[in-house]
């Protein structure tokens, strides 16, 4: 089955410098890797994700990277703030399967 | 923001009750689940259900019970609970055959 590795478990940047996390996952047939960020006390939210099919997409200051051959998939976030500061766990799973989760990675962001 | 509603959100039992979380709906999703979490750690899946009458285990054994007797309704019941149970229950709900899933707002239990 699926497994998903993310690093770091945990980071620490300061206010407008980026912040990266690299997830690496198992299955070939894996085609669908979301990003969610957990702020403390509160649910998992989607924040970005991609397909299989495409290999960057960005949404203002996040964007997500995707290498299929070397099967990894990277959030990438520029001018970070306070506010971004929250535990972010990536995704992957196949069609038919089952979201399998990284085991998160705790940003903090120091003014 | 995603229509995904949990009860009760905070609840303290004593060992040895029986606890039901309560989990809907209102996306007209087919498919729904149950993570474990504790605060800030991973998230473990322990069930989900393609529909009606649909009930799998998840990755994580647990000793929770569900049932999916309505589209929109997913409930998850401790028959009787410890304090290992002590943790955060999410559920969450996707479309069949897309695997974007939205959590509900958790349902904080601690067993004393």
């Known amino acids: 089955g699926e497994n998903v590795e993310q690093h770091p478990s945990t980071l620490s940047v300061q206010e407008g410098d980026s912040a990266v996390i690299k997830c690496t996952y198992s299955d070939s047939a894996s085609n669908y890797f979301p990003w969610y960020k957990q702020e403390l006390g509160k649910r998992p939210q989607l924040i970005i994700d991609?397909?299989?099919?495409?290999g960057e997409k960005k949404d203002q200051r996040i964007a997500v990277t995707l290498n299929k051959t070397a099967k990894h998939f990277s959030l990438h976030i520029t001018e970070t703030q306070p506010e971004d500061s929250a535990v972010y766990f990536c995704a992957a799973s196949h069609s038919q399967g089952n979201l399998i989760f990284g085991k998160g990675t705790k940003l903090s962001v120091k003014p | 923001e995603a229509d995904i509603y949990q009860t009760p959100r905070y609840l303290v039992i004593g060992t040895g009750k029986k606890i039901t979380l309560e989990c809907s709906q209102t996306?007209?999703?087919?498919?729904m689940y149950w993570y474990q979490q504790d605060p800030g750690m991973e998230l473990h899946l322990i069930h989900y259900s393609y529909g009606v009458n649909s009930t799998e285990k998840g990755d994580l054994s647990s000793e929770s019970t569900v049932s999916r007797i309505r589209t929109e309704h997913f409930p998850l019941t401790l028959e009787s609970a410890r304090p290992s149970h002590t943790s955060q229950y999410l559920c969450?709900?996707?479309?069949?055959?897309?695997?974007?899933?939205?959590f509900g707002e958790g349902s904080w239990l601690t067993v004393v």
């Open positions: 969450a709900s996707s479309e069949l055959g897309r695997n974007t899933i939205y």
């Open positions: 991609i397909r299989s099919n495409v």
């Open positions: 996306m007209g999703h087919d498919k």
